[in-house]
């Protein structure tokens, strides 16, 4: 697991203008498919330069366990980094956000998936509503007590997750 206060990231050569032309010169690689870049100072701005370690402190154990636990099963699906935002945690592949952590609480931690379609058919998300003003994106929430509440039926979601095209 890659914990990246600072993000880096890749963006596909698709023709679209994510960056100004000042923002494009801080580039510090290019490869044949993926333009990587840090944006340490834009990204300080838009975070207010928050760290993980800022939404872990004061914590309790428990919810330290239960976060690391949750980090270390996503891992299994494949390789994650966590970004710090202005109010959550980001959990991403090497293309996107694959998933939030919404709160971290007294005894839980609570997890929203991004999914372009329902997911209806499960024992493991307390709500799932859409994104007003979004026809793609449904908010799969789950909240998480016991490292036992990752089972195989979460395993699968979050494979899921980690495997959606962007």
Same mark, same amino acid.
């Given at each position: 697991?890659?914990?990246?206060?600072?993000?880096?990231?890749?963006?596909?050569?698709?023709?679209? =203008?994510?960056?100004? &032309?000042?923002?494009?010169?801080? /580039?510090? @690689?290019?490869? !044949?498919? +993926?333009?990587?870049?840090?944006?340490?100072?834009?990204?300080?701005?838009?975070?207010?330069?928050?760290?993980?370690?800022?939404?872990? =402190?004061?914590?309790? &154990?428990?919810?330290?366990?239960? /976060?690391? @636990?949750?980090? !270390?099963? +996503?891992?299994?699906?494949?390789?994650?980094?966590?970004?710090?935002?202005?109010?959550?945690?980001?959990?991403?592949?090497?293309?996107?956000?694959?998933?939030?952590?919404?709160?971290?609480?007294?005894?839980?931690?609570?997890?929203?998936?991004?999914?372009?379609?329902?997911?209806?058919?499960?024992?493991?998300?307390?709500?799932?509503?859409?994104?007003?003003?979004?026809?793609?994106?449904?908010?799969?929430?789950?909240?998480?007590?016991?490292?036992?509440?990752?089972?195989?039926?979460?395993?699968?979601?979050?494979?899921?997750?980690?495997?959606?095209?962007?």
């Amino acid at each position: 697991m890659l914990i990246n206060d600072h993000l880096t990231f890749g963006v596909e050569h698709s023709g679209a =203008n994510f960056c100004t &032309e000042n923002e494009k010169m801080q /580039f510090d @690689h290019v490869s !044949k498919n +993926f333009t990587i870049f840090k944006l340490r100072s834009i990204m300080s701005q838009a975070s207010n330069n928050k760290q993980v370690s800022d939404f872990l =402190n004061g914590k309790s &154990e428990q919810t330290i366990l239960l /976060f690391n @636990h949750f980090i !270390k099963k +996503f891992e299994e699906a494949g390789p994650v980094t966590i970004h710090a935002a202005k109010t959550m945690l980001g959990i991403a592949n090497a293309n996107k956000r694959i998933a939030w952590v919404t709160q971290l609480g007294k005894n839980f931690v609570h997890v929203v998936f991004p999914f372009k379609k329902t997911h209806p058919d499960n024992l493991c998300f307390q709500k799932i509503a859409q994104v007003p003003g979004d026809a793609n994106q449904f908010n799969h929430h789950f909240r998480m007590y016991n490292v036992d509440d990752v089972n195989k039926e979460v395993m699968a979601f979050m494979k899921l997750a980690f495997d959606e095209k962007g």
